[in-house]
């Protein structure tokens, strides 16, 4: 890497005009100048002025030259910058996006000494260093500040890791300190003191495994992240040589720029040699000291400011090349390649390997819009669009994979009959599986698409020719495995992932539900499917006829219309959904049924309103109905009681929606009382239990609130009258005998007399049982009652009584029975003969 002169931002001055600071927005968009008549000035990416705005005093009684601007930064979306001052005090104003925008004070830290030197980390945090040693952060959230740590040395820099994950500070006793803010560092990088250089370390930066420092001993040194001396640049012997006084690292940490009088060293990693070299120095005749510098966060460009005023603009381009005249691709380090269009103002791409590999091969493919490169150990994926980079390990493949860019969300790479799944802006594999197809109308791979309550990843491919296999990429597993008979031709699961799409040679059109994995055929002759976007309604074509499941889950019911020529497309935009069709030489179009697609759409999306607001504009007809109910069963999994009644009234449940409203008065009333979700209201639990039929759950859940009265009156609002005797028995109530006598009242009103003799029966009231089986005409039930009481045969009048009614109701073999056990063998056999009983 060189550095090349680009341009002059601001002149020098025939005075001391020091720059006190520069600092690059994370955006690339914007350049702030801070001077030493406290004055920040803002340029564009060009080099152009667009911005100034004055700082103020600490203490305004003080006057507006009472203090001097000691370091300027960014905030990581680019709208802030902390001005830090020699008064005692870091400002933070809000510059907002655009050009123009009204500048204001949005945080202020006063601090217990003048600060020193500042830097905004990535994570979050402000880091100042203050003349007393104390290093400490503040925080833009709270407005607050607390000391991170203290040391008995004034701060004389600052240096973050490019993570933006800790910081070094140095000292002027040579002292530097290392310091995390998250846990997600080395653990054998030790926070605390790590080296101790010969001179204050007014040039310190931190590249990748390195630190490096310059002082005024007109050394470089060089450190690894154990503070092992590992590399000493000595200038100490030339005397056009002067002290280093400020020192900026790369955004990929493989190089360093070093400022000292008229003078920028350029230091650059060799990743094939791994070790630092020097390249020519940059000579600046009359610049005098160099006092700030800043780094293009695109890696692009370096600016320095100097003693007299005046700003240098460099670039830091290791090549440029032109790829089909569509991109330009500038490589700015040798892990940080910049890609942007040429025929538009985009901003392009910053690739960069994490891993500090040398970046090579880098292709723009898939119409343009995704990006591929190669390290040696890596693979880089980009959509160059959304600006998703991934990076993953990637072993030498000779370069023979096969890249397909089909799927918005996912690189499917080929090699060797080895599938990889890449997701854009995920530096981990999604996937590896085998399969000799590479096809994609033989994958289908679903991510997370339609905003779904939990991750939802799916991959369908095929084993073999007949063999579909089904693999959850969240859980890593197998869902299901389909085969078949005949050879697959074409397959696509729906965007939730729940069903499967597939069409064989013999072009039957099959259906798979993932989770039940049954499998059935819906439609015959088909030549095109598809599903449409952002729905579960799926459409295909058989000669002259489309048809259309707007309702996937009852597939035997598509929809069925007549057109003519071959469907080659569908497309859903601007509230209208159409199958593209040529016929020849002709391209036209026939519009869908977009308030059915709709519909499935506000389900799949939660948007009940909109679900509501269709329905109520559809005319009643079954497909309606089985919306209503899709949309109830829907409601009351999410326990949305409101939809649910609507749902449920429109089904003209009349008696599900009472109770619904009577459970919503419940919950409003527990609302007013604890001023919580009444989905905690134990009470709300019950009586969804009850709905569901779950009526031992809704006992537990009163039992368990020690409301045993409530568990007893559900029991007997529902008539479940054996269930409440049942539970006050067993809980030995005071009330027991109470609802046995309302049990046999109500069992007499309603002439329940069978039911009554069951339950005397069961008490041991054997006489008083017979008495209700003869009143309830219930006869068959009397044998097998004489045969566990003997002694009720002893009553010869309701014997007699009862063998009459038998025989004159026909029953003869339950009249043998009772002349069995009176020991009358004649009359049974004459029984018997009447019964046809052989």
Not at 207 to 236: E, H, M, T, W
Not at 366 to 375: H, M, P, Q
Request: overall charge negative; hydrophobic content about 40%.
């Amino acid at each position: 890497m060189q550095l090349k002169y680009l341009q002059t931002i601001a002149d020098a001055q025939e005075y001391d005009c020091k720059v006190v600071g520069l600092a690059w927005s994370p955006n690339n968009q914007k350049l702030a100048v801070a001077t030493i008549d406290r004055q920040v000035v803002l340029y564009d990416e060009k080099g152009e002025k667009r911005d100034r705005f004055s700082t103020k005093p600490f203490d305004p009684e003080a006057g507006k030259k009472s203090y001097i601007i000691t370091g300027i930064a960014f905030s990581p979306d680019s709208t802030k910058i902390a001005v830090a001052q020699s008064d005692c005090i870091v400002y933070v104003y809000k510059i907002g996006e655009k050009w123009g925008e009204k500048k204001a004070i949005c945080n202020k830290f006063p601090q217990p000494s003048p600060v020193t030197c500042i830097i905004w980390l990535l994570t979050g945090p402000i880091i100042c260093g203050l003349v007393d040693g104390k290093v400490r952060a503040l925080q833009i959230k709270s407005n607050k500040s607390q000391s991170l740590f203290a040391s008995d040395s004034l701060v004389v820099s600052l240096a973050p890791n490019s993570k933006g994950t800790g910081f070094l500070s140095g000292h002027i006793d040579g002292n530097i300190i290392r310091f995390y803010l998250t846990n997600d560092h080395n653990e054998d990088e030790a926070q605390g003191r790590i080296v101790v250089h010969s001179a204050p370390p007014y040039a310190l930066a931190w590249p990748q495994g390195y630190i490096f420092v310059g002082g005024c001993d007109k050394r470089v040194a060089v450190f690894n992240n154990n503070g092992k001396l590992v590399k000493n640049f000595d200038y100490s012997r030339d005397n056009d040589e002067y002290e280093f006084t400020v020192a900026v690292c790369s955004p990929s940490g493989q190089a360093v720029v070093m400022g000292s009088f008229d003078r920028i060293r350029l230091y650059n990693y060799n990743t094939r040699r791994s070790l630092w070299e020097e390249t020519a120095p940059k000579e600046i005749k009359n610049f005098y000291t160099i006092t700030a510098l800043a780094w293009k966060k695109d890696g692009s460009k370096v600016t320095c400011g100097g003693l007299c005023g005046a700003v240098f603009m460099f670039e830091t381009v290791l090549k440029r090349t032109i790829w089909k005249d569509k991109f330009e691709i500038t490589y700015v380090g040798p892990s940080q390649v910049l890609v942007k269009p040429l025929d538009t103002n985009e901003r392009g791409v910053i690739l960069r390997s994490q891993h500090g590999g040398e970046i090579e091969d880098v292709r723009i493919m898939g119409k343009d819009c995704y990006l591929v490169a190669r390290t040696e150990e890596t693979l880089l994926v980009a959509d160059l669009s959304r600006n998703l980079l991934s990076e993953v390990p990637w072993s030498n493949s000779l370069r023979h994979e096969k890249f397909y860019f089909e799927n918005p969300n996912v690189c499917l790479v080929f090699n060797a009959g080895e599938l990889t799944l890449i997701e854009y802006g995920d530096n981990d594999i999604l996937c590896s599986v085998r399969t000799e197809f590479a096809n994609p109308h033989l994958i289908s791979v679903r991510l997370n698409e339609r905003n779904p309550a939990s991750e939802n990843k799916k991959l369908a491919y095929l084993l073999d020719l007949k063999t579909i296999c089904i693999v959850d990429l969240v859980n890593g597993y197998m869902i299901a495995q389909i085969s078949h008979d005949s050879k697959i031709d074409w397959l696509e699961l729906n965007e939730t992932g729940h069903h499967l799409l597939f069409r064989d040679k013999k072009q039957r059109l099959l259906l798979v539900d993932t989770v039940t994995q049954s499998k059935q055929t819906i439609f015959t002759g088909v030549s095109f499917v598809q599903w449409i976007e952002n729905s579960d309604v799926a459409v295909a074509q058989s000669g002259n006829t489309l048809a259309i499941w707007y309702n996937i889950d009852l597939p035997e019911n598509p929809t069925l219309m007549a057109i003519k020529g071959d469907v080659t497309d569908v497309i859903r935009n601007n509230s209208k959904t159409e199958a593209i069709c040529v016929d020849g030489n002709n391209t036209f179009s026939v519009e869908l049924d977009e308030g059915l697609v709709e519909f499935g759409t506000a389900l799949n999306d939660n948007d009940f309103s909109r679900a509501i607001l269709f329905l109520e504009n559809m005319e009643n007809s079954s497909e309606a109905e089985v919306m209503w109910h899709t949309l109830y069963v829907i409601a009351m999994k999410q326990q949305n009681l409101t939809l649910a009644d609507r749902c449920s009234s429109a089904l003209g449940d009349v008696a599900t929606s009472h109770f619904l409203r009577e459970t919503m008065q419940t919950a409003q009333k527990f609302i007013e009382k604890y001023n919580e979700n009444p989905n905690n209201s134990p009470d709300v639990w019950a009586r969804l239990s009850i709905l569901y039929g779950e009526l031992a759950t809704a006992e537990n859940i009163y039992l368990e609130q020690g409301n045993i009265d409530a568990a007893l009156e559900m029991y007997k609002k529902l008539h479940k009258w054996d269930e409440a005797i049942r539970l006050a028995e067993q809980r030995n109530h005071e009330k027991l005998d109470e609802l046995k006598q309302e049990r046999m009242t109500l069992l007499v009103q309603s002439g329940q007399f069978e039911k009554i003799g069951q339950i005397l029966e069961g008490e041991g009231k054997y006489e008083e049982a017979l008495t209700m089986y003869v009143k309830s005409n219930k006869l068959l039930r009397i044998p097998k009652l004489l045969e566990k009481e003997p002694s009720l045969l002893e009553d010869h009048s309701a014997i007699a009584n009862v063998l009459k009614s038998l025989v004159k109701q026909e029953l003869f073999e339950a009249a043998a029975e009772v002349y069995e056990k009176l020991d009358k063998p004649d009359l049974a056999m004459e029984c018997y003969r009447k019964g046809n009983w052989n």
